[in-house]
């Protein structure tokens, strides 16, 4: 064990004897006759991602050899990316089923089962990850989460982060909202049908296309994730006119799922060492997409051809406007969702607030 690695399983044993009394472990089951505690626990873990995908599939497997690490060989938990085990988007099944112990992907996946699942991974012009992780941790987020999935017997955790996404890259300028009109583009999503009621016309398509998509002008434009992906699909050899922000996903959380049984059939320490480990990843899967985001972005600036280009205002504007609708929208007609959009709405407006005179603040500020 490296020095780091040492010294961070030594934290979040410390982390975990600290704050075993609060999260679901509260609820764990502690009867003696019927957890071991010196039994030894195999897992499975599907998830959302291709084999080998850097930063998220990368993260997922680093979780669980932190895991087998802190908890001495006693919770051994084998990694399989999307379509080793399962097709990527059975993920939550599996998990709800009990198929398999753990998934890891993202809320917004679910959507056609659970729309409201959306806001506990991002919706557009929401909030970034500062605030989804203020929500989730310490401002009611992650209950309400839990409320969300307990009758499909799944316990979320946030597991990283994108960051702020990039709007994408498309085969032409765009000026005016007079550019979007019929314009191809491959976004799914609520950002989608933001992006459809702006005159647009949303395309999906799985990642393994986007490429050849874009390149055949099968679809004028696409988003993707950040500058680091972006780049290691070879987009800007594509399209060369690469847009920001993402107005669409301004920080998509990913998450942890836990078949609830499975959960409950954990000693206490071992379900400490899962949410604590999930709570370090978080801000480790979450930093290295930010460190290998700005890196790859002084690249792409690099490469003839590409050109960098701010939304309009305007246009950011009316996409705003049409998000905000669209929302309400979803809100009016069930009462499910509108539950997590009010929750979501009242933290955001107050997170607002204190990020415009903040964050916002600062960054705006000469330096
Ligand atoms: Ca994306």
Redesign the pocket.
């Known amino acids: 064990m490296t020095h780091n690695s040492l010294v961070r399983a030594l934290f979040i044993s410390i982390l975990a004897l600290l704050l075993t009394a609060c999260g679901p472990e509260d609820s764990a089951n502690t009867n003696a006759t019927t957890i071991d505690n010196n039994k030894t626990y195999n897992w499975k873990m599907v998830t959302t991602w291709p084999p080998g995908f850097p930063v998220l599939q990368e993260g997922a497997e680093r979780f669980a050899k932190n895991i087998q690490a802190m908890s001495n060989g006693r919770l051994n938990i084998k990694v399989y990316a999307g379509g080793e085990l399962i097709p990527a988007l059975q993920t939550f099944d599996a998990v709800s089923q009990g198929t398999v112990e753990m998934g890891h992907g993202s809320a917004y996946y679910w959507a056609g089962k659970v729309p409201e699942a959306q806001f506990f991974s991002t919706v557009p012009f929401g909030m970034t990850a500062r605030g989804m992780n203020a929500w989730l941790y310490s401002g009611g987020g992650l209950d309400l989460w839990r409320e969300v999935y307990k009758p499909f017997h799944v316990i979320p955790f946030p597991l990283g982060n994108?960051g702020v996404?990039m709007g994408g890259w498309f085969n032409k300028e765009i000026n005016s909202l007079a550019d979007i009109k019929g314009l191809k583009m491959r976004?799914?999503g609520l950002?989608g049908k933001v992006f459809a009621k702006a005159g647009g016309n949303p395309v999906l398509l799985a990642g393994s296309e986007v490429y050849t998509a874009l390149e055949r002008n099968t679809i004028d434009a696409t988003?993707?994730?950040g500058p680091f992906h972006d780049q290691r699909l070879g987009l800007y050899r594509a399209a060369q006119h690469y847009y920001y922000p993402?107005w669409?996903?301004p920080g998509?959380v990913l998450e942890l799922t836990i078949n609830e049984r499975a959960w409950d059939s954990l000693p206490a320490d071992l379900q400490a060492i899962i949410s604590n480990a999930a709570m370090a990843e978080n801000l480790r899967l979450f930093s290295e997409m930010e460190e290998k985001n700005l890196s790859a972005l002084q690249e792409l600036k690099d490469r003839p051809g590409v050109q960098l280009h701010r939304f309009p205002d305007d246009v950011l504007a009316k996409l705003k406007t049409l998000t905000d609708e669209t929302l309400a929208e979803e809100a009016a007609n069930d009462p499910k969702f509108k539950r997590v959009y009010d929750a979501y709405q009242a933290f955001r407006k107050k997170d607002d607030a204190w990020t415009d005179i903040s964050e916002k603040a600062y960054l705006a500020m000469e330096k």
């Open positions: 994108t996404q976004i799914p950002g988003e993707w994730i993402g669409h996903e998509s």
